[in-house]
Structure formats: structure tokens, C-alpha cells
């Protein structure tokens, strides 16, 4: 599946603004000026932005507690990300949901979410809209290894498969879920092959690799745009932070983080071969690298000057009309 | 004008249902056998069951299989999806079957649904339903007989219906449907048979308002769901003693109408609260603490709940009779506020 020029620039463009928005993140955390809980994508913006590179705002995306990453890769703005990372009024949900809420619906990303395998259920119902209202539109669930083991993914997998619905499900298996192994969590260590189980494709996917994940979900989606049903892609790959921001990661070697980020590094991978192959020159990448950190400064001096809400709006929003509230 | 022509609660809603499914071609509606019969190759499966009690029979005849879905018994799947499409622009009503089931899907529930909006700063809504069954009287034990409509009215973000009459249970549902956020819509499986009143052509009841269902000047007696026609047969026998009873029906949990009943025991001075489900932490509760903190100085006697015991709802007949608030209880607990 060849990528076309532009493509390939703004998928590059994607990955770099998500590690340079996580690494930025992860300094103004700890600086203090970010409250709250955060986690960071960092190390596996491939997943995202090779999926989302195929999907047009009118397709759905679910995401999960590290959602930043999915919602760049989705086209939302960063200023309104940090904003909504500090708890600015200017936020994407105006100060209210945070980093694990993040969302922005009118580019269908339907929320970060706090609950570990809680947009699985959400994406077949977006899917299902599509095939209701024959929009030939799909819908993406992100999740991890860990939501792999909830209820919700089996329930999902099952409604999705008899229901034939548009819906792509995606694993990022980041080897841990919080602080635990995937070898110690997941019976039968193949989550793709849990597909086999709902008649459904299931394959593995590098999730390292750009090529790979935006191949592999090129197929899926027309597959679910065709009539034919979901697909469980498994994408392997690795985080770069701890589970949270704090996290002291007695679970991993420091060699075996290092080892990732030096040696198997997505967007470095992505950056060779595009330039070894001559697609991409390494000075308009150089150039994306300055645009996105002038982006990335600019979304912090947004974010800082930023009123914070006032506190009259903690009251709104709970409902669309709510006659003699009590 | 010709005769007022009359109906049963549940065929009611299927009217409501029908109508709205007419009207709107974003109304969805699916769960575990509200038509019944999938996969089966019996003539004369397709729409055996219309959900446990019949209901949703006949819809799919005419909307179809690509809006009226059975679904697996999978409630986190299928109440989850719901909450999807309805973010992303249906309406569905997803038929949780009974009550006592919520426990499966409430992630999606309390945690997605209810919070969605509110979470994406206003810019996300819900227009979902979904109905329920509650309720004791049947035998079905304790994991079919519960009420716990207070459970979904303490999460901000959904709305709570509970009606009474088939006039308000057409026109609630009909309300709930059109309305842009998440709506528990609760019958009580002893009221389905109850027969009343209801117009042909689509109306709305508007969620909270309550509905004065008979007027007094001694007592005010506010009754949720079958324990309305409780508290009304209470208030008949003690007329006879020259008691005079107001019985106020919330209709909606949430909203639910303070004023209304404050109003009630401003003008009685006196508040009797008649609720099946279990008291701590309940809908009991919560109206009593409004009428304490915003009634005190009208008050003339303590405020009475009259509930369920603190138990799991029991099998046998002779032990459930026990648990569900009865006639008895209400008239003796109004008889002691009005001696007060």
C-alpha cells in the first residue's frame, strides 16, 4: 500500500507532535504546573497516528487513560489540549474532563477514558450508527493490553462480530498493564488470536512500525467499510514513561527502556527508511521538527495564559435541560 | 365526542414506542429478546417473545431489523453501544429487561452515559432511554424484584421516570425519547396491567412535574411508583375517619419536583413518605431531608418513611407480602402524624 507524499509528511508531522507534546507534558508535570493525573503515549504514536491516518472526522475513535497520542493522531489542536491539560476555560472540554477525559466530538474522538476497556462498548455504538444510518463511516476502539481482559472487549468483540459493524479494535499491547506483565495477565499470550474465538480477523501487527500499522489497518477499514465486519489488531509496542507520570517503574529495566527508545524508536525507524528510500528529504522532516516545537511552545504560553474557569461552571454541562433541578 | 378510549400501561409504551419510531427515523430500539426468536428456524419465531412482557411485539414488523435489534445477553455490550450511537447521533432505547440486572453494564452507565457531557464540557449529549422492569409482587425473588430507582437518581447526568397511570406512561416515554440526555425509564411489572385513559395522537408529559393525584389539607403523602395506588386506597379508608389526604405522584425521580411537594407540606403541615425500595440512602430519604431543610417551620409532626425493610427482596409469598409496604402501615403511620 503506497503512501502518498503529503500523507506521509503529515503522518510524520503527527508522531513528532505527539512525543514532542508528551516529553513537554511530562516536564510541565513535573514542574507542578499540571494537575491531576496524567499518562503519556510516548513510544507508541506509530498505533495511533498509522491508524488514524486512514479516518476522516466522520469516523469515530474510543480511547483509553493515555489518550493524548489518540487525539493528535485524530487532528484535535494542540493548544486546546494543553489548555485542557492545565484546566484552562480555553480547553477542549473547557477544564472539565482533563487528561483522561480529553475529547473532542466534532472530530469524532469520543474521549480518552478513565475506565480500562470502557470505550470498547462505546465504539460498537458509534459503529452502529454508521451501519443504522448507512453513512460508510467506522468507528476505532484503542485499548490495551490490559482491556483485552475486560468483559467489555469480549461483549464488544461478540456484538460487533454478529452485528457485522464498521468497528476496527485495536490492542496497543505495551507489554504492561499499570505494573503487571502481559505474560502474567493475558492466558494464552496471543490476544490477536482471541479474533479466532468471534469468527473475526485477528492479526499482529508491529506497532513499532508505521508501514505496518497503517498497512495492516488499511485492510481492516475497508474490509468494515465493505460490509464485512470487525478486526481485532494487535499492535505491539511500548511506552517510553512510566504507566502514570510518578510512576517509579520497579516492573522494567532501565537497559530495557533504553534499549526501545534508542534502538527501536517508531519515529526514527519511520525517519530512516523514508529517507533511505528517498520518499522523504531529511531536511523538510528537519523542518517539521521546528515547526512542531514552535507549535508545541506556543500551545504552553496558550495553555499558561489561560483563564481557568470560572468556578459559576461547575454547575453546567451535566445535562442538556434539567427543569427545577434539586 | 366519542368514548374516551382506554388502555393498559404496557400497551401504552408500545404506543409511544410506535409513534416515536414513526415519527423519528434516529429512534433505535434493542436488548435481550425484545423480539424474540433470532437465529431460530421454527416458523413463527421471529417476534415470539416482544420482550419479557410483550411490549416491543410488532415493532419489528414494521421498522425493521436495522432498528429493532435483540441483542445477546451481553448488557455491558449492548447499553455501552447505546451510549455510543447516542453520542454519535440515534436515539436509542436499550431494554435492560429488569432492573436488577444494572450491575453488568453500570460502567457504561454511570461512568460513559451519564458523564459524557459533562466530561467534554457541553459539547457532547446522550438522548438515550432505557427501560427497565422493577418492582416486587410477582415472586421473582431477589434478583428480580428490586426497585433501586435511588441508585440512578444519585448519578448526575441521568433522569429517573416511573409511571403510574397509562395516560403518563405514554406520555413520559414519549417525553423521554425526544429528551437530549440519558432517561431511566422504570415500570413497575405490576402496573403494566393497569388500565386507564390514554389519546391516540402523540402528547408528552414533561419530566418534573408531579402530578397531584388527589388533593387533601391533613397530610401530604408523596408514593412512588405501585405504592401510589397504595397510598391512595389509604387515603379512601381514612376519609371515612375525616382525614383528609393529598397523595403526590413525583413521576420523575430526577428531576425530581421539590416544589411541588414542599408546596403540599406547606398547606398540610404533615409528610408521609410510601416507598418500596430499601430506606437508607433512598429516594425516602432524600424527600424527607428536603422537606427538613426546606419545610421545617410547616411542620407540625415528624416526618414518617414508610419503606421496605433494610433485606433482599424475599421468594416466599407470605415473606414478600412482609417486605412490601402495605396498606396497613401507611394508613397507621398517617393516623399517627395527623394525632400529633
Known amino acids: ?51 488514524c491516518a486512514h479516518l476522516s472526522d466522520a469516523d469515530s475513535i474510543t480511547s483509553t487513560h ?50 480500562v476497556g470502557g470505550g470498547v462498548p462505546l465504539a460498537c455504538g458509534a459503529a452502529l450508527t454508521a451501519q443504522v444510518q448507512g453513512t460508510g463511516a467506522v468507528a476505532v476502539s484503542f485499548f490495551g493490553d490490559g482491556g483485552a481482559n475486560e468483559g467489555t472487549f469480549h461483549e464488544g468483540l461478540n456484538l460487533a462480530a454478529i452485528w457485522k459493524l464498521p468497528a476496527i479494535f485495536v490492542v496497543e499491547n505495551n507489554r504492561y498493564a499499570q505494573s503487571t506483565s502481559v505474560k502474567y495477565a493475558s492466558a494464552g499470550g496471543d490476544i490477536a488470536a482471541r479474533a479466532q474465538s468471534y469468527g473475526i ?49 520497579g516492573y522494567r529495566s532501565r537497559e530495557e527502556i533504553e534499549e526501545y527508545r534508542t534502538k527501536h524508536c517508531a519515529i526514527q525507524r519511520f525517519r530512516d527508511r523514508v529517507t533511505e528510500q528517498g520518499l522523504l528529504e ?29 468556578a459559576s461552571e461547575v454547575t453546567t454541562d451535566v445535562y442538556v435541560n434539567y427543569e427545577e433541578a434539586i | ?49 416482544g420482550g419479557p412482557m410483550g411490549i416491543t411485539r410488532g415493532l419489528v414488523g414494521k421498522f425493521g431489523h436495522n432498528r429493532v435489534r435483540d441483542t445477546p445477553i451481553s448488557e455491558a455490550g449492548f447499553i455501552g453501544a447505546a451510549v455510543g450511537a447516542a453520542a454519535t447521533g440515534l436515539r436509542p432505547i436499550a431494554a435492560l429487561m429488569f432492573i436488577d440486572f444494572f ?81 431511566f425509564f422504570l415500570e413497575h411489572k405490576t402496573l403494566l396491567g393497569e388500565k386507564g385513559p390514554v389519546p391516540e395522537e402523540p402528547y408528552t408529559v414533561p419530566l418534573g412535574v408531579a402530578e397531584i393525584r388527589r388533593e387533601g389539607d391533613d397530610v401530604t403523602v408523596v408514593a412512588i411508583a405501585k405504592m401510589v ?39 398540610t403541615g404533615r409528610l408521609v413518605i410510601v416507598d418500596e425500595d430499601t430506606p437508607r440512602c433512598s429516594l425516602a430519604t432524600d424527600i424527607a431531608a428536603l ?18 425493610p433494610h433485606t433482599p427482596v424475599p421468594f416466599s409469598p407470605t415473606l414478600e407480602n412482609a417486605y412490601i409496604p402495605s396498606q396497613e402501615r401507611v394508613v397507621a403511620a398517617i393516623q399517627e402524624v395527623v394525632s400529633v
Not at chain 1, 211 to 216: A, I, K, L, M, S
Not at chain 2, 26 to 42: K, L, P, Q, R, T
Not at chain 2, 231 to 249: K, N, R
Not at chain 2, 292 to 301: H, K, R
Open chain 2, 291 to 308: 422537606a427538613a431543610d426546606e419545610a421545617f417551620f410547616s411542620l407540625e409532626a415528624p416526618i414518617k418513611r414508610i419503606t421496605a
Open chain 2, 1 to 49: 365526542m366519542g368514548e374516551e378510549r382506554t388502555m393498559s400501561l404496557g400497551l401504552a409504551i408500545r404506543e409511544a414506542l410506535h409513534q416515536e419510531m414513526e415519527r423519528d427515523a434516529s429512534v433505535i430500539i434493542m436488548g435481550e429478546d425484545i423480539v424474540g426468536g433470532a437465529g431460530s428456524d421454527e416458523p413463527g419465531a421471529e417476534d415470539s417473545w
Open chain 1, 201 to 249: 480477523p485477528g492479526v499482529t501487527v508491529d506497532g513499532l512500525d508505521l508501514f505496518d500499522v497503517y498497512e495492516t489497518t488499511g485492510a481492516a477499514i475497508d474490509r468494515a467499510r465493505a460490509g464485512e465486519g470487525p478486526t481485532l489488531l494487535e499492535c505491539q509496542t511500548y511506552r517510553f514513561y512510566g504507566h502514570y507520570e510518578g510512576d517509579t517503574q
Open chain 2, 103 to 183: 450491575g453488568i453494564p453500570m460502567d457504561q452507565i454511570y461512568n460513559q452515559g451519564a458523564k459524557l457531557r459533562y466530561m467534554f464540557g457541553g459539547k457532547a449529549k446522550v438522548p438515550m432511554v432505557v427501560r427497565a422492569l422493577i418492582g416486587a409482587g410477582v415472586n421473582a425473588a431477589a434478583q428480580h424484584s428490586q426497585s433501586l430507582y435511588s441508585i440512578f437518581t444519585h448519578i448526575p447526568g441521568l433522569k429517573v421516570v416511573i409511571p403510574t397511570t397509562p395516560y403518563d406512561a405514554k406520555g413520559l416515554m414519549i417525553s423521554a425519547i425526544r429528551d437530549d440526555d440519558p432517561v
Open chain 1, 282 to 310: 531529511a531536511d523538510e522532516l528537519d523542518a517539521i521538527d521546528a515547526q512542531v516545537a514552535d507549535a508545541i511552545e506556543a500551545s504552553v504560553e496558550f495553555a499558561a495564559n489561560s483563564p481557568f474557569p470560572d
Open chain 1, 1 to 51: 500500500m503506497e503512501i502518498p507524499r503529503d500523507k506521509l509528511l503529515e503522518i510524520y508531522e503527527r508522531m513528532v507532535t505527539i512525543r514532542k507534546f508528551e516529553d513537554r507534558v511530562h516536564d510541565e508535570y513535573a514542574a507542578g504546573r499540571i494537575p491531576g493525573f496524567v499518562h503519556l503515549y510516548a513510544g507508541e504514536e506509530a498505533v495511533a497516528v498509522g491508524v
Open chain 1, 66 to 115: 493515555r489518550g493524548h497520542g489518540h487525539c493528535i493522531a485524530k487532528g484535535v489542536g494542540v493548544n486546546e489540549m494543553m489548555a485542557e491539560l492545565y484546566g484552562r476555560a480555553t480547553g477542549a472540554c473547557k477544564g472539565k474532563g482533563g487528561s483522561m477525559h480529553i475529547a473532542d466530538i466534532n472530530r469524532g474522538m469520543l474521549g480518552a477514558n478513565g475506565i
Open chain 2, 229 to 267: 395506588n397504595v397510598a391512595l386506597s389509604a387515603a379512601e379508608i381514612l376519609e371515612a375517619e375525616g382525614v383528609s389526604v393529598e397523595v403526590i405522584d413525583p413521576r420523575t425521580l430526577s428531576p425530581l419536583d421539590g416544589e411541588t411537594i414542599l408546596d403540599s407540606v406547606e398547606k
